[in-house]
């Protein structure tokens, strides 16, 4: 039977996910038995679209490319918003891709308990729901039978919580440190080779690596939500915004970068959790790692995250942090996680 899916928002990310689907139906189907339809796609600004028999994506994909809107495809029904979008389709898993908001989480947070709570599966590459009520939705999916899954949303579609959640069972996660917002690497980078603060932030947003407003990265902020996900999913923390230590990037001058040069170093920002005396704690700030650290050879725009564990003692994963298709396979990378689950009952 195919999984029936559900698009909220449908912005780069999710059509991202839609391009991967469409090009890789076969592969998926006859190396995993995955197989898809797309019932509904909402989105608040282009429109949206539901046929309960399913969507022909590429379809709905080229009228979205030709009018920028989804209404514009020929059959199905018109104009329902996302909670009715997730309340009355006949989706069984959505999609939840709508923007970050870290403030309140809204309205993705929403999103996600409504199809929680009817018992629909929940993908997202959203930071908001999972930094800021990750133990209440999980305990809400236990309940309901069903699964939250939010790889995408620390490190797009290089393995994170996979990682720490199944490669590492069984051994302590001590402490996690990595790099985990692209935007102020790339600027730290450019800033050592000679280019402005301001110069090498405006060509992020033009790469398309920063958020909207850019204090979400510079600030932090960005790497503080990354680093909460990281420590309450993977370390059982129970941290809330508030008890994270949080510095940006904007007091670090083209004179620091050079003195930590000369003393064989690089700036670096650092968002880190660790446990001590059975308490975890996290931070998010500039650091000046020493070149041997393998963190300080990350560079540009790709981030890493290095976990200490008590038996393997430090693994270090590096990948994209961001972008379209690298956040589309976090998503696809659940979707299969869940359909593994589902279809032998374990998890290998
Ligand atoms: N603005 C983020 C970054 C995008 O620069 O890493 C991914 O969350």
Same mark, same amino acid.
């Given at each position: ?173 001590? *402490?996690?440190? %990595? @790099?985990?917002?692209? +935007?102020?690497?790339? /600027? ?5 080779? !000679? $280019? ?48 994270? *230590?949080?510095? %940006? @990037?904007?007091?670090? +001058?083209?004179?620091? /970068? ?5 003393? !064989? $170093? ?83």
């Amino acid at each position: 039977v195919a999984y029936r899916l559900a698009f909220i928002g449908f912005g780069t990310v999710g059509q991202g996910l839609a391009e991967i689907l469409l090009d890789k139906r076969e592969a998926l189907r006859s190396q995993y038995g995955f197989e898809w339809e797309v019932v509904a796609i909402s989105d608040i600004t282009k429109g949206a679209v539901y046929s309960e028999k399913g969507l022909d994506l590429s379809g709905v994909l080229s009228v979205l490319q030709k009018t920028g809107r989804l209404d514009g495809y020929s059959e199905g029904i018109k104009g329902w918003d996302s909670l009715k979008t997730i309340r009355e389709t006949n989706a069984d898993v959505i999609i939840e891709v709508t923007f970050t908001n870290i403030e309140t989480a809204e309205p993705a947070l929403s999103h996600v308990k409504t199809a929680l709570s009817l018992g629909k599966h929940v993908v997202t590459s959203n930071k908001g729901p999972a930094a800021l009520a990750l133990e209440e939705l999980t305990n809400l999916a236990k309940e309901k039978g069903v699964f939250f899954k939010f790889e995408g949303a620390v490190m797009s579609g290089t393995p994170l919580i996979s990682v720490g959640l199944n490669g590492l069972a069984g051994s302590e996660i001590q *402490e996690i440190r %990595g @790099i985990l917002n692209g +935007t102020t690497n790339y /600027i730290l980078t450019e800033m050592e080779k !000679g $280019k402005t603060y301001e110069e090498a932030l405006r060509e992020a947003q033009r790469l398309g690596y920063a958020e909207a407003v850019p204090d979400a990265d510079v600030e932090g902020w960005d790497a503080l939500a990354k680093i909460l996900i990281l420590a309450n999913a993977l370390m059982k923390a129970n941290l809330k915004v508030k008890d994270v *230590e949080r510095e %940006g @990037i904007t007091k670090i +001058t083209p004179s620091d /970068i050079e003195e930590a040069r000369r003393e !064989g $170093k690089r700036w670096k920002l650092i968002a880190r959790a660790q446990r001590e005396g059975g308490k975890v704690t996290a931070q998010v700030r500039p650091q000046a790692l020493p070149l041997e650290d393998p963190l300080a050879q990350v560079m540009g725009v790709t981030n890493a995250l290095t976990f200490r564990t008590d038996l393997l003692g430090g693994v270090t994963v590096i990948g994209p942090g961001a972008g379209r298709k690298e956040t589309g396979f976090a998503l696809l990378t659940d979707l299969l996680e869940i359909h593994r689950y589902l279809s032998h009952g374990s998890r290998s």
